[in-house]
């Protein structure tokens, strides 16, 4: 009974925040339903309670079980109307003009190949917003930089992304609290470390480890090495992100649990020696060092979050735990950020990638087993088939891509990625230390990265690499990926329709 009531709960909150991402529900609306499934649960609860030396307590387990999902499910669109705050009127009124606010930089600055954004909060009055600033890059600007800047306000608008695809720009920038945008604004420092401490700390640590690999890998394989690691693809020229999206490759320059899962178990092997438990710990020893490295930033929490527990599935083999412990984390981040579940690509990718690792790896294992242990190779080459088939829907769905040549490019490159992402780890940590022990490393991992862009570059440069498919429809998508649940889950949900309470 306990599991049944775990998942109604928890994929009625989803589904509620599901479908308020994309339609409005009035808030009185939401009231009166729950309202009334409360009503339901506790009809089906009080009759179960009083005929259960009948044995109708499983005439009356769907009852229960509908009550608690529906009254999750209003908790979950309830949720998601409580941070859909309207933008603050003082600021809607000064949409379209020339402006001049005062405010702190929030967040770490996105240096682009040609500007760099930073986001801003400000305050008038008793009213707060964030802002999406572009700025040149002739100002060094840090986290927690107080400045007064002025520029024309205006809102955010959607865009069509070069792959034809209608990007939701809007609630891309919402889930992190911005609701405008100030291209090319005047900007005057007034004073420094005004942010918090911890953070600024935490940043200057991943600046430090950027730039010892910037210096010890030439580019424009240390634009690769960054985003294997650390997920940034900001400096990416247009022609480079082209090539990973054609080659079906960007997903292992996104900042997800797969990435993080990595370097993890690589420093798990080399620790093999020790005990089992002191081998998992210096796993998550090294997720605890990834996230530092990022900044700490919300993406790599979760990234990490969603590591742990592959770690934990893959090191005890206990998936049934793993995946109640999955999908609690999950439901505990969308409630902290409901935006998340909808408009968080790395999120979708962390969770979707991790479901993969633990669950359909095991699966497809079978069709490896002519494949040389040798180096893990076998191990490698099933996981990375299992994420790129699991992610796949997902990347046509919001990439409105299908490259033809990903699976030959992902064969030839995801292999080495484990220890290409391991030597770029060991090179910034060393670089950090001495940059002469960062040398030899660095050079190492120049070629091994020089070798994966030469793939890259080769499969993107074939005709017809990749076909654009920018209406990929979501109903197929959720169908695809209905399929693949029940593929993965069809005895635990036959079980489960069979079982009685």
């Known amino acids: 009974m306990q599991n049944k009531l775990f998942y109604s709960v928890c994929f009625g909150f989803i589904f509620g925040v599901f479908l308020r991402s994309f339609i409005f529900v009035d808030i009185y609306l939401v009231i009166l339903l729950g309202a009334i499934s409360f009503a339901l649960f506790l009809f089906f609860f009080l009759a179960s309670s009083e005929h259960s030396e009948d044995g109708l307590i499983s005439k009356n387990q769907w009852g229960i079980i509908s009550g608690i999902f529906i009254l999750a499910f209003c908790i979950g669109i309830f949720r998601f109307n409580m941070v859909d705050a309207p933008a603050p009127s003082v600021f809607e009124s000064h949409v379209g003009e020339k402006v001049s606010f005062s405010g702190i930089i929030t967040d770490e600055p996105d240096i682009r190949e040609n500007n760099q954004k930073l986001t801003i909060e400000t305050?008038?009055?008793?009213?707060?917003?964030?802002?999406?600033?572009?700025?040149?890059?002739?100002?060094?600007?840090?986290?927690?930089?107080?400045?007064?800047?002025?520029?024309?306000?205006?809102?955010?608008?959607?865009?069509?992304?070069?792959?034809?695809?209608?990007?939701?720009?809007?609630?891309?920038?919402?889930?992190?609290?911005?609701?405008?945008?100030?291209?090319?604004?005047?900007?005057?420092?007034?004073?420094?470390?005004?942010?918090?401490?911890?953070?600024?700390?935490?940043?200057?640590?991943?600046?430090?480890?950027?730039?010892?690999?910037?210096?010890?890998?030439?580019?424009?394989?240390?634009?690769?090495?960054?985003?294997?690691?650390?997920?940034?693809?900001?400096?990416?020229?247009?022609?480079?992100?082209?090539?990973?999206?054609?080659?079906?490759?960007?997903?292992?320059?996104?900042?997800?649990?797969?990435?993080?899962?990595?370097?993890?178990?690589?420093?798990?092997?080399?620790?093999?020696?020790?005990?089992?438990?002191?081998?998992?710990?210096?796993?998550?020893?090294?997720?605890?060092?990834?996230?530092?490295?990022?900044?700490?930033?919300?993406?790599?929490?979760?990234?990490?979050?969603?590591?742990?527990?592959?770690?934990?599935?893959?090191?005890?083999?206990?998936?049934?735990?793993?995946?109640?412990?999955?999908?609690?984390?999950?439901?505990?981040?969308?409630?902290?950020?409901?935006?998340?579940?909808?408009?968080?690509?790395?999120?979708?990718?962390?969770?979707?990638?991790?479901?993969?690792?633990?669950?359909?790896?095991?699966?497809?294992?079978?069709?490896?087993?002519?494949?040389?242990?040798?180096?893990?190779?076998?191990?490698?080459?099933?996981?990375?088939?299992?994420?790129?088939?699991?992610?796949l829907p997902f990347i046509l769905y919001k990439m409105g891509n299908l490259s033809l040549v990903a699976l030959p490019a992902n064969i030839l490159i995801l292999p080495f990625i484990p220890f290409t992402m391991l030597l770029g780890f060991l090179t910034s940590f060393l670089g950090i230390i001495w940059y002469a022990l960062a040398v030899p490393l660095g050079y190492v991992s120049y070629l091994m990265l020089h070798y994966e862009l030469g793939v890259i570059n080769f499969f993107a440069n074939i005709p017809f690499a990749s076909l654009s498919i920018p209406n990929f429809p979501l109903t197929l998508t959720i169908l695809v990926y209905g399929y693949f649940i029940y593929i993965l889950f069809s005895r635990s949900i036959k079980s489960s329709l069979t079982t009685s309470f």
């Open 123 to 391: 305050q008038v009055d008793m009213a707060k917003t964030k802002i999406l600033a572009t700025v040149n890059l002739d100002e060094d600007f840090k986290y927690g930089d107080q400045i007064n800047f002025s520029g024309k306000l205006q809102r955010p608008e959607n865009f069509i992304a070069d792959q034809g695809k209608n990007f939701d720009y809007v609630n891309y920038l919402r889930k992190d609290g911005i609701f405008y945008v100030m291209n090319y604004m005047d900007a005057e420092i007034i004073s420094r470390e005004n942010g918090n401490k911890i953070k600024s700390v935490l940043f200057y640590v991943k600046q430090k480890f950027l730039e010892k690999m910037n210096f010890a890998i030439k580019s424009p394989e240390n634009l690769l090495m960054s985003g294997l690691i650390l997920g940034e693809k900001a400096s990416f020229s247009q022609e480079l992100r082209k090539s990973f999206i054609d080659t079906g490759t960007i997903h292992i320059v996104a900042l997800s649990g797969y990435n993080i899962t990595i370097v993890a178990e690589w420093f798990m092997k080399l620790f093999a020696f020790l005990p089992k438990n002191l081998g998992i710990g210096m796993g998550m020893f090294a997720i605890f060092l990834f996230i530092i490295m990022t900044g700490a930033s919300s993406t790599a929490l979760r990234a990490g979050i969603m590591a742990t527990l592959v770690l934990v599935a893959r090191a005890t083999g206990r998936n049934y735990d793993v995946a109640r412990a999955l999908v609690l984390a999950g439901v505990f981040m969308i409630l902290l950020n409901p935006f998340i579940l909808v408009y968080d690509i790395s999120f979708q990718l962390s969770f979707i990638s991790t479901v993969a690792v633990i669950f359909f790896t095991p699966k497809i294992e079978k069709y490896f087993l002519w494949v040389t242990t040798l180096f893990k190779l076998r191990d490698i080459l099933s996981v990375t088939c299992a994420v790129y088939i699991f992610v």
